[in-house]
């Protein structure tokens, strides 16, 4: 199969490492790059990994709080706007629309579920059609990091797990049955034991880079003798995407965002009719 290379461009790019105490360039800034250096084939690989800014905006315009919506993501307020009335150009993933119709049938909705749950996994389940095998390789891992991690959480707080898991396949559903401590995942999947120690682990923060940490190395992984190819950008988005987190988090914001997971699986199980989203951009 016909592959584009980078030469040049990948050449250039300043190297980044997780504990990044300064980058001299925006994201969005680096998007534009990404738009006008790319193939466009390539480049709708790369908005792949922007949807989830896509994702919180389409959750802030369905709760009319247009002022908090992110301009990383691929689409505009006008976009939402259009694309849900009687213009809509079928320009947004199709897995949007399913979700916006099933938003405003409230009786459809599994009420055990949160909107964000819903549609990340809508989301997970739409760039796992895609044929490129890093990104299938990426988003299978993180998908089973975060329910492993979702399980360990719901164990802690004695709180009911299947309905917290994105998506259904034999990671979720160990998660959901298994007693074991690594829920008899250790031996498929190895970094079971890593995962398990960083969530026992009371340092939110800690624990939170300790996991990037995992996921870092994982793109390092995937991309190990990948040179020049659209493989290597795509690495680099999910690396420069997770510096830019980091130069935003101190110790009290962690607290926030652990209250916040736990909140709102709590809320999701415990108060599913008055379970109201207050999603908020990075």
């Not at 969530?199 to 040179?227: I, P």
């Amino acid at each position: 199969m016909f592959r584009n290379y980078y030469h040049y461009f990948i050449a250039g790019l300043p190297e980044i490492y997780l504990d990044e105490n300064e980058i001299n360039f925006s994201m969005l800034d680096f998007k534009q790059v990404l738009k006008d250096e790319l193939f466009p084939e390539d480049y709708r690989l790369a908005q792949l990994l922007f949807l989830p800014y896509d994702n919180k905006n389409l959750l802030l315009f369905l709760e009319e709080n247009y002022q908090e919506m992110n301009k990383l993501g691929n689409f505009s307020l006008q976009d939402f706007e259009e694309e849900f009335s009687d213009d809509s150009q079928k320009i947004l993933p199709p897995y949007m629309y399913d979700f916006v119709r099933l938003y405003k049938d409230e009786e459809a909705k599994d009420e055990e579920k949160s909107w964000e749950n819903i549609l990340t996994e809508m989301y997970y389940d739409h760039v796992l059609k895609n044929r490129n095998t890093f990104l299938k390789q990426w988003f299978t891992f993180n998908r089973d990091l975060k329910n492993i991690l979702t399980g360990l959480n719901c164990r802690k707080y004695d709180l009911e797990v299947e309905k917290q898991l994105i998506g259904t396949n034999w990671v979720s559903e160990q998660i959901a049955r298994s007693n074991a401590k690594d829920f008899g995942l250790s031996i498929d999947l190895p970094f079971t034991a890593e995962v398990i120690a960083l969530a026992e682990k009371d340092n939110f923060l800690a624990r939170e880079k300790g996991l990037d940490q995992l996921r870092w190395a994982k793109v390092e992984e995937l991309t190990l003798f990948d040179y020049f190819s659209i493989e290597v950008v795509l690495a680099y988005i999910l690396k420069l995407d997770m510096a830019y987190r980091w130069l935003d988090l101190d110790e009290e914001t962690g607290r926030q965002m652990f209250r916040k997971i736990i909140n709102t699986l709590k809320s999701s199980y415990e108060f599913p009719k008055e379970f109201a989203l207050n999603g908020k951009n990075k």
